[in-house]
């Protein structure tokens, strides 16, 4: 290249310049003015002039109270029980020992049978006891012969009375020598203490039995006792004398009277014992079955509710809401009957609106709209069971 290109190349670099384009700012000036024109439109609140609008709501309106299906109650006398499980005891049940030695040489009973009082239940050997019977016969006749000598020797003064003192002595052990042989013959024979069923015989036939071992044992079921057990709430509600239903679990029921109130606790339970006494004509029913009693202790002025409308307090206290004056009331219960379909409870008023639907919905003191049931207007009440049920105060 020669230097005059060079020259000129240099002379064109220095004179060039850029200018900003008039034109590119114009769009920056729309957008502010199209901004602006955006915020006094949105804050004017309008978005057309003109036209019907609505009214602006100053206030909301206040909510209707809620409604609840009510049920008129009225009390009523119904009788108090005491109910308790328990078990039949037999009357009298006892073993029978052999209060003599031997061999056994007759049952006249078997293991199931029947007896009578002072009927015989087993026979043991007598040699040994007839032996010492004869034995004390004839030491009791030498001992009354040598008194008898010792008496009239006196009355001629030729005894002493220390001789007829030593006579007599020897009298009255001959006598008690004879009693006990006699005793001991009788101990060979065993019989029923008591009329029963022989529920366990443990000897055979020519078995030897000692002294105190047993032979029988027997068991009284007419009547039957029935023991429970009574907490300690209920012990003021039972008294002696009191008549009872008793059904056993063997299907049959019976009328019982309570004979016993235990007047100490029990110390594991701390629950008091009872009995009832029930007839048991033949031993019908077998002793040791289980038993439930019902015992009548009263009446009381009370309401029959279901179970679904009683409600819960913060405090967890069971209880039954009314509408008085249009307001919701708490009321605290006691069951004191239960049934299949129901309770009988206290505690309410004698006549009392109680609420049986959207009781779960409404506090203590709220006002609501009571419809009673049956009528048409219980409708807004029944559909409350779809809402959220809130903590009942």
Do not use: C
Request: avoid cysteine.
């Amino acid at each position: 290249m020669s230097a005059r290109e060079t020259g000129q190349q240099g002379a064109g670099a220095s004179d060039l310049r850029f200018d900003t384009d008039r034109g590119s700012s114009r769009s920056f000036w729309i957008a502010l003015l199209l901004l602006l024109a955006i915020v006094g439109w949105m804050g004017s609140g309008l978005v057309l002039p003109g036209g019907d609008e609505a009214p602006v709501a100053t206030e909301a309106a206040a909510p209707e109270p809620p409604s609840v299906l009510v049920r008129q109650s009225e009390a009523e006398q119904v009788t108090l029980t005491f109910r308790a499980e328990g078990q039949a005891e037999p009357d009298r049940d006892t073993t029978v020992p052999a209060e003599a030695a031997g061999n056994v040489v007759e049952l006249p009973v078997r293991k199931g049978d029947s007896v009578e009082r002072d009927e015989v239940l087993a026979r043991l050997s007598s040699d040994q006891a007839e032996a010492a019977l004869r034995q004390a016969e004839e030491e009791l006749a030498r001992a009354r012969r040598e008194f008898d000598n010792a008496s009239q020797l006196l009355e001629r003064g030729v005894a002493t009375a220390d001789r007829v003192a030593e006579a007599r002595a020897t009298l009255a052990a001959a006598e008690s020598q004879l009693a006990a042989a006699e005793r001991s013959l009788q101990d060979l024979t065993v019989r029923a203490p008591f009329a029963g069923r022989v529920e366990r015989l443990d000897i055979n036939e020519g078995e030897y039995v000692g002294t105190g071992e047993t032979v029988a044992r027997i068991v009284d079921n007419d009547p039957l006792t029935i023991a429970v057990q009574v907490p300690q709430q209920a012990l003021n509600r039972l008294e002696e004398g009191q008549s009872a239903q008793v059904s056993f679990i063997t299907g049959q029921t019976r009328e019982g009277t309570v004979t016993f109130v235990g007047t100490a606790a029990a110390s594991e339970t701390r629950t008091f014992l009872a009995e009832i006494e029930v007839p048991n004509p033949g031993g019908e029913i077998p002793a040791g079955v289980s038993a439930g009693i019902v015992v009548p202790t009263g009446t009381a002025s009370a309401h029959f509710v279901q179970p679904s409308i009683v409600s819960l307090d913060p405090d967890g206290e069971i209880g039954v809401k009314t509408v008085e004056d249009g307001l919701v009331r708490f009321h605290p219960i006691e069951v004191v009957r239960a049934e299949i379909d129901g309770v009988w409870v206290r505690g309410l008023p004698d006549s009392a609106r109680i609420i049986t639907v959207g009781q779960g919905f409404v506090r203590e003191g709220e006002e609501v709209r009571a419809s009673e049931a049956g009528e048409e207007d219980a409708a807004p009440a029944a559909a409350q069971a779809d809402a959220a049920p809130e903590i009942t105060e």
